[in-house]
T-cell receptor, first 113, second 111 residues
Framework: SQTIHQWPATLVQPVGSPLSLECTVEGTSNPNLYWYRQAAGRGLQLLFYSVGIGQISSEVPQNLSASRPQDRQFILSSKKLLLSDSGFYLC????????????FGPGTRLLVL | GENVEQHPSTLSVQEGDSAVIKCTYSDSASNYFPWYKQELGKGPQLIIDIRSNVGEKKDQRIAVTLNKTAKHFSLHITETQPEDSAVYFCAAGNYGQNFVFGPGTRLSVLP
């Protein structure tokens, strides 16, 4: 069966520091991968999605970036964090044969101070 | 682009009663409508979904109905239990395109 992992689970970072969040998927090949952000008590905002290695599409302009160095690895990064980057970051995957159904990871809670 | 609205934002029901959450969407091309349940501190979990060629789908105590003409779909939970307490999200999308999620409904089931 497929599983999706995210780490770290929680992170507290000072303003201006760099960020690297990692997501990996097991049990499937060539998945579509997604990064979402969820502000406290709010809905899900799609940040990036990827249909293959090195292929990244950005949904919203921001100081975050994403990379997909391997088929089942998706990384969310920032060179300098802002206070407004605080939130719950969720990675999701979907099978290329079924681009609709997305399955979410456990999330990373980021607090920027 | 697609826009999804969801109501109510909060819902409290007595244990054993039914709960209904409604969503509307704007893009008539959307043909896939999933519902997710998110417990505190966890990622959303898919609980049921429906495609536009189906008007209703049921899975034990959970059902979803879709009205494509009116562009709205609803989640129905019967015989609610305390473990149903969570935030529920609807979403709308089309094959090959990304979802748009509703803002969520916080459901509280009171014992």
């Amino acid at each position: 069966s497929q599983t999706i992992h995210q780490w770290p689970a929680t992170l507290v970072q000072p303003v201006g520091s760099p960020l690297s969040l990692e997501c990996t998927v097991e049990g499937t090949s060539n998945p579509n991968l997604y990064w979402y952000r969820q502000a406290a008590g709010r809905g899900l905002q799609l940040l990036f999605y990827s249909v293959g290695i090195g292929q990244i599409s950005s949904e919203v302009p921001q100081n975050l970036s994403a990379s997909r160095p391997q088929d089942r690895q998706f990384i969310l990064s920032s060179k300098k964090l802002l206070l407004s980057d605080s939130g719950f970051y969720l990675c999701a995957w979907s099978a290329t044969s079924d681009q609709e159904t997305q399955y979410f990871g456990p999330g990373t809670r980021l607090l920027v101070l | 682009g697609e826009n999804v609205e969801q109501h109510p934002s909060t819902l409290s029901v007595q244990e054993g009663d039914s709960a209904v959450i409604k969503c509307t969407y704007s893009d008539s091309a959307s043909n896939y409508f999933p519902w997710y349940k998110q417990e505190l501190g966890k990622g959303p979990q898919l609980i049921i979904d429906i495609r536009s060629n189906v008007g209703e789908k049921k899975d034990q105590r959970i059902a979803v109905t879709l009205n494509k003409t009116a562009k709205h779909f609803s989640l129905h939970i019967t015989e609610t239990q305390p473990e149903d307490s969570a935030v529920y999200f609807c979403a709308a999308g089309n094959y090959g395109q990304n979802f748009v999620f509703g803002p969520g409904t916080r459901l509280s089931v009171l014992p």
